[in-house]
């Protein structure tokens, strides 16, 4: 069964850290390119960083940039994003998602884990 689960959302004061992971099971891991997104209520989902099946090509959205790391273990099936100096306006419930390595299209999503800033 093919699953996608990410953990390490909460509540944090603006200014504080916090490390999302995702953790995947049931395809080959290795194959996939992953990314993490976020949603707020009433907004599009918006992609905050990628990253590529081997991990060495790496994306960032531009507000992103200088404060998130997206990383990824292929030995344990898990893809993190480690998320610095963060906003109020980084409150979002946080997926990750996984597609194919040729493919534009993520397959795989996991239910998401609630990040809130607070000031």
């Known amino acids: 069964q093919v699953q996608l689960a990410e953990s390490g959302g909460g509540l944090v004061q603006a200014g504080e850290s916090l490390r999302l992971s995702c953790a995947a099971s049931?395809?080959?891991?290795?194959?996939?390119?992953v990314a993490w997104f976020r949603q707020v209520p009433g907004k599009e989902r918006e992609v905050v960083a990628g990253?590529?099946?081997?991990?060495?090509?790496?994306s960032y959205a531009d507000d992103a940039k200088g404060r998130f790391i997206i990383s990824r273990d292929n030995a344990k099936n898990t893809a993190y994003l480690q998320m610095n100096s963060l906003k109020v306006e980084d409150t979002a419930v946080y997926y990750c998602?996984?597609?194919?390595?040729?493919?534009?299209?993520?397959?795989?999503w996991g239910k998401g884990t609630l990040v809130n800033v607070s000031s």
């Open positions: 049931g395809f080959t891991f290795n194959r996939y390119a």
């Open positions: 990253i590529s099946r081997s991990g060495d090509r790496l």
């Open positions: 998602a996984a597609r194919l390595y040729y493919s534009d299209t993520y397959e795989y």
